[in-house]
């Protein structure tokens, strides 16, 4: 079985920085694509951004020039590093994996973190 596993949030000012981190665990042999979402009270859950396994990155609109998503594939770890957050980043962030396939074969599709809080505010 695998868990993702979201760290690295909290309170921090508007203009601030916070790193979101994601760790897999399990004998995993290759994650395809991973991604960050996050939803605030009162709406849906929306992509903030992706990393493929290969390295290409996708970021939504919003935080297009202010996070920067990474991968380690030997950690098995995904970050988020955010920077000149808004108080309107405020919600709960959860990392995603579409696919991971273990070491003694088998897959499992759409796993999800239980999330991390990031609070935005002076």
């Known amino acids: 079985q695998v868990q993702l596993v979201e760290s690295g949030g909290g309170l921090v000012q508007p203009g601030g920085s916070l790193r979101l981190s994601c760790a897999a665990s399990g004998r995993i042999f290759r994650i395809d694509d991973l991604g960050w979402y996050r939803q605030a009270p009162g709406k849906e859950r929306e992509l903030v951004a992706t990393?493929?396994?290969?390295?290409?990155?996708y970021y939504a609109d919003f935080v297009k020039g202010r996070f920067t998503i990474s991968r380690d594939n030997a950690e098995k770890t995904v970050y988020l590093q955010m920077n000149n957050l808004k108080p309107d980043d405020t919600a709960v962030y959860y990392c995603n994996a579409d696919r991971v396939t273990f070491y003694a074969g088998g897959s499992i599709d759409d796993i999800w973190g239980q999330g991390t809080q990031v609070t935005v505010s002076s």
């Open positions: 990393i493929t396994s290969g390295g290409d990155r």
